[in-house]
């Protein structure tokens, strides 16, 4: 079981409509890979397209070097695992399970073996007699997800499949099938739209946007070196501050009107007047009283106002207006020992220039909440 898949230049149209285009993508044997986006951005047309419910207009479709773009998705040999779960209502669990194994005609002491293996995995080995609407939520998930992997595919494609579960039971059902696809070393296309689950749960996640990747790399390069605003808006919560670039020896500045904000790079190819966005992440600001921001050679500090301050247990979320109808969020450490700041409070919002991110143009349709992006 290798499970290595490699999609070249994949593109769909309905129409006039671009579903897909030009997607390319290679894929290791064992790994995780999320599709991010939006609805309608791709990403579940790129997993039917490898699961064989839709044929590409053009591109491949390639599965440890067997070219799978003409083959029907029963003769693929790959998992499957569903939002709905998509159970036989009038089959028990163990005959769910065992079905991809009969349709493959495997003796019955193997299927009867293998179906005990994968209960077991999935820890329903007590509930093999059951029906399926004798089962909660998270228990139907386990029950396709050992379906899934019951006939020890190279490949299991997932798409939202945690989407209808609870916040507590989504958390548990994460973990488990990152353990489960690691320990059984399939490969896994995971569909999903909740950013925080592909930050979790994924080696690589490829964010689309409009029917094309975006941005395609670890969940550490996608949040901390954004290629560009949509991603960056998307990826995580954002302060997004927009603008040109000033005429600036070396290192160049942003004027938005309001403040200069020195980007911390060299002219890296920025010219006078281009429009750029600087992303600063909400962990990245201090907030401090005024007067009392450390002077850093490297630091940018704008006045503000602090307009909520809402306690969430290890942090404190502050929202802050600065001038001109800007807003920014911030998020500090409880422990911190600038203490709490109350709603209405003066104050100063600090970061290390070295902690902005310079992106290319500005974000589709204007910023949100003067600035903010989440």
């Known amino acids: 079981m290798n499970g290595a898949l490699s999609l070249t230049a994949v593109s769909k149209r309905y129409g006039d409509v671009v579903a897909v285009e030009g997607v390319s993508i290679d894929v290791a044997g064992g790994e995780f890979l999320t599709l991010l986006g939006p609805s ?11 699961a064989g419910f839709v044929r590409p207009d053009r591109g491949t479709v390639v599965l440890d070097g067997r070219d799978l773009t003409g083959v029907p998705p029963h003769r693929r040999n790959i998992g499957m695992v569903f939002q709905n779960y998509a159970l036989f ?8 399970v065992a079905f991809p194994l009969e349709s493959r005609r495997m003796p019955r002491a193997e ?6 293996e994968a ?3 999935v820890r329903l080995g007590g509930l093999a007699a059951r029906m399926p609407r004798q089962l909660s939520g998270g228990q139907q998930q386990r029950v396709a997800l050992a379906r899934a992997v019951v006939f020890r595919p190279p490949l299991l494609l997932m798409d939202e499949p945690l989407g209808a579960l609870d916040k507590k039971l989504r958390e548990r059902l994460q973990l488990e099938i990152m353990e489960i696809s690691r320990g059984l070393g399939v490969t896994v296309i995971y569909v999903t739209h909740d950013q925080e689950e592909a930050l979790f749960m994924s080696h690589r996640i490829a964010v689309y946007h409009g029917g094309r990747i975006e ?15 949509f991603v960056a808006g998307f990826v995580g919560d954002s302060n997004m501050f927009t603008g040109r670039v000033d005429d600036g020896v070396s290192e160049p500045v942003l004027i938005d009107g309001r403040w200069p904000i020195r980007l911390g790079v060299r002219r890296n190819g920025l010219q006078a007047g281009a429009r750029v966005t600087v992303v600063v992440r909400p962990e990245r600001l201090r907030v401090n009283a005024p007067g009392a921001s450390v002077g850093a050679a490297r630091a940018v500090t ?14 404190r979320k502050y929202v802050i207006d600065l001038e001109g109808d800007r807003r920014v969020t911030a998020r500090v450490q409880t422990s911190d020992a600038t203490g709490e700041l109350a709603a209405g409070a003066p104050v100063e919002v600090t970061w290390d220039v070295a902690h902005g991110v310079v992106v290319p143009g500005e974000p589709e349709g204007g910023e949100d909440e003067g600035g903010v992006r989440r």
């Open 40 to 50: 309608g951005s791709g990403k579940t047309t790129t997993l039917q397209i490898v």
């Open 89 to 96: 209502p009038h089959m028990t669990v163990a005959d769910n």
């Open 111 to 116: 299927v009867r073996r293998r179906v005990g």
């Open 119 to 121: 209960l077991e995995t």
């Open 215 to 229: 941005q395609l790399g670890t969940p550490d390069e996608l949040y901390e070196r954004p290629v560009s605003a």
């Open 302 to 315: 704008i006045p503000g106002r602090v307009r909520e301050a809402i306690y969430l247990g290890s942090v």
